[in-house]
């Protein structure tokens, strides 16, 4: 069982970028994702999950109306798709499986199978 995130870099502020988290022995079809992430000297932070049960979606504040999330079926992968990118966001991202309740995904990690991919990291400066 393993994730895999990729698509990290250094972007000026405004830019945008697109993480992938690839799956592999597990079916996304039964596992909610969620991304994180984690600046130096600063705490985890949920950024966005999405629900397997019906594909809806919860972000964080500091990144609605910038950042979307959404799966590849086909290629059992999530995307992240950052946009408006600001210095803030600079982080190291983290995908992992995440609780579904009552149908909708949660930013905590997953209770029985708590799996993370091994990080990307995100720099965004001029």
């Known amino acids: 069982v393993q994730l895999q995130a990729s698509g990290g870099g250094l972007v000026q502020p405004g830019g945008s970028l697109r993480l992938s988290c690839a799956a592999s022995?597990?079916?996304?079809?039964?596992?909610?994702i969620g991304w994180f992430r984690q600046a130096p000297g600063k705490e985890r932070e949920g950024v966005s999950c999405l629900s397997y049960t019906d594909g809806s979606t919860s972000s964080a504040d500091s990144v609605k109306g910038r950042f979307s999330i959404s799966r590849d079926n086909a290629n059992n992968t999530v995307y992240l798709q950052m946009s408006r990118l600001k210095p803030e966001d600079t982080a190291v991202y983290y995908c992992?499986?995440?609780?579904?309740?009552?149908?909708?995904?949660?930013?905590?990690?997953?209770?029985?199978?708590?799996?993370w991919g091994q990080g990307t990291q995100v720099t965004v400066s001029s």
């Open positions: 992992a499986t995440v609780r579904t309740y009552s149908g909708s995904c949660l930013l905590e990690p997953h209770r029985f199978l708590e799996v």
């Open positions: 022995g597990i079916d996304l079809d039964h596992y909610s």
